[in-house]
């Protein structure tokens, strides 16, 4: 069984600035650790910065910012630290950069880009028309010698007519999570009096499916394009305080919005 090695900074390295300072990731300060200074000027150890740039990956996030706080603060740095620099001071191994630099493209063509993979060949493909389930996977087209379509949704060879925005032709051809959202139990919100409400939302920017915890207030912030949305009423949360100030725990000013019967399709491009 293999043990992962703990890294070092080799101390003739004259291209990075060496601290005798405890670390402000962990706040480890033995002093026969070597650390060098980030951009921000916190200090770190290869080990801490890639434990650290590791969880922000495993978070969902493609870039990476400075967890330590201010002096004499409780507000954290927050300073973002471009990848090469990250990918140095951390001492990052062949395997670690190439994992990295793998979750960093996934996750930033997540966020930008509409993309799945090609049943036919295992190729990303990426969906131009949002309104439209049947996409043409140019490479299968090449090699098949004929249009090759599948569907973005059951995600088998397309059968039918198009376009089409709500299913193929497939059999067992359905939307899973309009499913859940049209057959989601009703949950009263803690706090807020806010009673039958669906307890599965899709975002109403970016279309991701979420469902309240019943702890905290009936707003939530969407874990996929970040937008702040009010559970109860769908409005955002600036809309929704606007025309009933200061009711985050109570009902709001709009009745409960009813279960969704479709779901918003993010346009990244107006993000």
Known sequence: MSTEVEKRYNPQDTTL??????????????PNILRAEMSCGHAVDPN????WCR?????????????????NSTESCGKLWPYQEV????????????????????????????FK????????????????????CTI????????YEFCWQCMKEWKGLRPRSDRCDNEGCAN???????????????????????SMRACPTCGNVVEHNQTGCKNIICNRCKVE??????????????????????????DIAPRQTSIPVWNRANC
């Not at 299968?140 to 249009?147: D, I, P, Q, V, Y």
């Not at 899973?176 to 669906?198: D, F, R, V, W, Y």
Request: some cysteine; glycine content about 2%; charged content about 25%.
């Open 17 to 30: 600035k060496f601290v005798k300072r405890k670390d402000d990731i962990t706040g480890d300060d033995d």
């Open 48 to 51: 801490s910065l890639t434990a």
């Open 55 to 71: 969880s922000l990956l495993d978070q969902g996030h493609y870039t990476f910012t400075c967890p330590a706080l201010k002096d």
């Open 87 to 114: 990918r140095r001071l951390a001492v990052l191994t062949d395997e670690e950069q190439q994992n990295f630099e793998e979750k960093v493209a996934s996750l930033a063509a997540a966020k930008y880009c509409e």
């Open 117 to 136: 993979t090609c049943p036919g060949c295992m190729t990303y493909v990426e969906r131009r028309d949002l309104a439209n389930l049947s996409v043409c």
């Open 140 to 147: 299968c087209t090449t090699k098949k010698a004929k249009t």
């Open 176 to 198: 899973e999570q309009l499913k859940a959202l049209l057959n989601c139990p009703l949950i009263s919100l803690a706090g807020s009096n806010t009673k039958n409400c669906p």
């Open 229 to 254: 949305f009010c559970f109860a009423c769908l409005e955002l949360t600036p809309v929704c305080q606007a025309a009933k100030p200061s009711s985050w725990f109570s009902v709001c000013a709009k």
